[in-house]
């Protein structure tokens, strides 16, 4: 038996019964419960302090009645940490073809909108810009930057170069931080935005381990960039972007914001 998936199972809560669903891409494992209507997720080590973060964004969000997971159980030890949450219906919107994806995404926007709409001086997270360079500068440092998660177009430029690149920008960015804080998902790629399928609705967000105060366009970037490649048509990506930002009511979309943001965030990772 691998030994990860023995003490993974040590940690779920008794008297129900789990079916293992995926390794995250953190090195989670994540559980579904038998029956459905939860879900579980497991770490340890760093990453389990990592978990509590998301536990303690999971509760405080949940309050707000927007369409996010709640937590159901916490359970921490020597070896790890488990977060049972609620489970939000739907499947992934990385899982719709393009003409669905089409169809779910004025609701998506929306609610996205309902997140960035609440009160940003009542929330007690944070994922300010200089902190968020801090982490890609230490990333960087360590040589722990995933090629994966880089756009194409810079997989083969240094990391130390995309990170010079982004500190020249960085006395800007901050200034346009500080005039439009609001309260952002921290990592808004569609597998995180749950839709019914039958009516393509929105139905919630899920996996808040970044949220916390910040600029809009980091979490406008990440959509925008994570759908790119889902879509066939030539004109689809230059539709949602403006269904995006007439959605939210902005009608001067900054692309040097959204750009910027798009190349921090795969720095930020490791």
């Known amino acids: 038996m691998d ?17 293992p669903v995926r390794w995250g891409e953190s090195g989670d494992r994540v559980f579904r419960r038998n029956g459905g209507g939860a879900y579980a997720k497991i770490s340890s080590g760093k990453g389990a302090v990592l978990l509590d973060n998301e536990r303690s964004r999971t509760e405080w969000l949940a309050a707000f009645s ?26 992934p919107a990385s899982d719709l073809s393009a003409p669905d994806l089409r169809l779910a995404w004025p609701s998506m926007v929306r609610q996205l909108k309902l997140l960035h709409d609440l009160p940003a001086g009542g929330c007690p997270f944070h994922r300010r810009l200089e902190t968020m360079f801090h982490r890609a500068a230490d990333v960087v440092a360590r040589d722990a930057v995933n090629p994966d998660f880089l756009d194409p177009e810079f997989q083969d430029t240094p990391p130390s170069k995309l990170l010079a690149d982004l500190r020249r920008e960085l006395p800007q960015r901050l200034t346009e931080e500080s005039r439009d804080l609001v309260i952002c998902h921290g990592d808004a790629c569609l597998p995180n935005f749950m839709v019914d399928p039958e009516t393509h609705n929105c139905t919630g967000l899920i996996d808040l381990g970044r949220l916390g105060t910040a600029d809009r366009y980091v979490d406008f970037s990440l959509l925008l960039g994570s759908a790119r490649e889902s879509w066939v048509r030539p004109d689809d990506a230059q539709i949602a972007r403006d269904r995006l930002f007439d959605i939210h009511g902005i009608s001067a979309p900054d692309l040097g914001r959204l750009a910027f943001y798009l190349r921090l965030d795969p720095l930020t990772w490791g």
């Open 66 to 91: 927007i369409g996010s997971p709640t937590v159901l159980d916490w359970i921490a030890s020597e070896e790890g940490a488990c977060l049972v949450t609620s489970a939000v219906p739907g499947v």
């Open 3 to 19: 030994r990860r998936n023995d003490a993974a199972e040590r940690l779920l809560p008794t008297g129900t019964e789990w079916t």
